[in-house]
């Protein structure tokens, strides 16, 4: 993208709509954030000891700006992310005889987050530069009335029981939360243009609108949750050498609160209501585990291994999407190809084209008010796998340690997102399921024109993950040398990352042949190959001093990525999410007269590209392709210094990334933005099925990825402590 491109939006935007969009000169990012800890222990009688301690989190971070290959923010729509966190704990710890203990904790955790603008309201504009490049100004459409508040009490107890052979622990773990949260996208509006002419006279090609159905203009969706925790433990030392854990645990989230009834949704969705909650479904999670000394009290050999099943931690941001869109509280407009005059540059929500105003028929809206609605499976269950390892601890010679472990999960429980109001119309090229009309932007085929999308929250049990990790170590010791070098292999595959918090992004940037039937591919966070090393030296002298110098090294594969058209190839909302069909041959594809490259090119690229090369007369599986590997290196050194006693000064020296400092082009983590790399410009099927396409020959294809910023610089960090 030219420079001159750019210039011609800004002044665009300044002369034309009164609006300064900031610039594209280099920006810096700044963190900040203050962090105070009080503690305070009473020992109240000789076996009963009461903690009390305070954490206070004041953080801020500079978000909002995007530049990569393929997008470019201008400064003005730089946000500030505000987070302020109280927690406090309050821990009594009981002895009763010498068999019977008991931990008691009650916290209360309270945090305030919101998006804070910097720069002058303004609806969000995307603005297409030649079919291939975007500019953005305003305000992100998602940050433009953003905040969320949580309150969560949390009460746990552990009671443990000696006896003989057995140590039994039995526990509870009970957690309140309650949430008030402000998510309105596109309060000030969110317009996209085709072209800069287009952006000029003000003809959006698509234009998304929320706004309050309510008398209140900027509602809250408030509501509190519960999870309920029960557990029980027994650690067994069945022999000398052999320790076998057997436990079991019950997790019952619960929701009181019903998110407001749309009876539409029931008319246009037979079965599903809004108010569907998927409140009292129990998790079940067995375990066993076991630590094996098969060298009878040597300990030079150790076998140990389990197998269970696991919950992560509870991810209620899912289910605030059924309390922030039941089509009761929001209207939502999501329109293509309006006619010129239809820009309006004013952050007023009033001012905005809605349905049913005199604006909003001017420029096409339907008079009936449409809406987004979020629904949730009343069987859903938070994700579980089921998780087994089995690993070996050898003692080899020169005090080293051999480690050999294998881990396999497979999914029990696991997301995924199905768009109701979305028709299938038929298949393309490849298998390709179409849900309109494809073309660059495409036309989507909806059930019911009451809703833009209807976007349905279930579960799937399609999913594992395997590792396998081979290492030597030797341990770190008072003086001299000790080191550990790793090597992992990694296998994981799902059917939806869902990193992201809202219901409608995990659906639509989701790679997949049919969107709303989603295959098995290669996760986001599989890590192919992995290569952990470190090297320390410490020495010690003048009794009253020691040196540790450390080296760490991480060696990795790139992050996985999807080889995508740019353009709507399956008509189901999005130009930015399907994978491309690889051709077999020149008779399988047709390239526009426009093109910069043709068959000559692609092909060339094609074959020296074994991530496409394999899948010839096949679409890509999601995250088929590999960002370039990563090496990084640190360096350490700490510096002990025994002053009073045992009171001890520590300086510690840490370099980030020394491979950056030593040269500017090592150390560098490139990575393809949201996993995806846009291969071809899609424009359509000829009458034959063949995708028509633009394709610009690739020089270099590390030019295809983005360089993460901060990861990539050396960093130096310095610290003190002082221990008495």
Known sequence: ??????????????????????????????????????????????????????????????????????????????????????????????????????????????????????????????????????????????SQANALDQDLWEFTDNLTYLRGKHTITVGTSNQLYRFSNLFIQDYYGAYEFDSIADFEIGKPSRYFFSYSLLDDPKPRAEWTAYQIGFYAQDEYQATPYLKVTVGLRVDVPIYPDKPLYNPAVPEAFPGYSTSTTASGNPLWSPRLGFNWDLSKGARTTQLRGGTGIFSGQTPFVWISNQYSNTGMDFGRVDKRNLPAGCFVPTPDPAAQPRPGTPLGDQCGLEPITTTEVNLIDKDFKFPQV??????????????????????????????????????????????????????????????????????????????????????????????????????????????????????ISNWQYNEARDVNNPELGTADFEVRHRILANLSYRVTYRQRFATTVTLLYEGRSGSPFTWIYNGNANADTRRDNDPVYVPASSNEIVFTSDSPGGWAELNAFIESEPSLRKYRGQIVPRNSARAPWRNLLDLQVIQEIQTMGTQRLEITATVLNVLNLLNDDWGKIRYAPFNTVRLMDFYGYDDEGRAIVSFRPIEDRDDLFVTDDLASRWQLQLGVRYTF
């Open 1 to 142: 993208m030219t420079s001159d491109s750019l210039d011609r939006i800004i002044q665009i935007a300044r002369n034309q709509y009164g609006y300064d969009p900031g610039s594209y000169n280099p920006l810096s990012n700044l963190t900040d954030n203050l962090k105070l800890l009080a503690k305070i222990d009473w020992n109240i009688a000789p076996n009963h000891h009461l903690t009390f301690r305070h954490n206070y989190v004041d953080a801020s971070q500079d978000e909002g700006i995007t530049r990569t290959s393929y997008r470019f923010d201008l400064s003005n729509r730089r946000w500030i992310f505000k987070s302020v966190q109280h927690s406090s704990v309050l821990e009594l710890k009981s002895m009763f005889g010498a068999n019977l203990f008991n931990e008691a904790r009650l916290v209360y955790t309270r945090v305030r987050d919101k998006r804070q603008v910097q720069a002058q309201p303004f609806p969000e504009v995307n603005i297409l530069v030649d079919n291939r490049y975007n500019v953005y100004m305003g305000i992100d459409r998602f």
């Open 386 to 503: 089921w998780r087994s390892s089995l690993a070996l601890d050898q003692q080899l010679p020169y005090d080293l340690i051999g480690t050999v472990e294998v881990i396999y999960s497979k999914t029990i429980n696991d997301v995924v997102f199905k768009n109701l109001n979305i028709v299938r119309t038929g298949t393309a090229q490849g298998g390709r399921v179409l849900y309109g009309d494809p073309s660059f932007n495409g036309s989507t085929e909806r059930k019911d024109p009451r809703f833009t999308n209807a976007i349905l929250l279930k579960n799937t049990d399609k999913g594992y993950s395997t590792s396998l990790t081979v290492g030597l170590q030797r341990e770190a010791r008072a003086e001299g040398l000790s080191g550990a070098l790793f090597y992992t292999w990694n296998r994981a595959e799902n059917v939806n990352n869902a990193t992201s918090s809202r219901a």
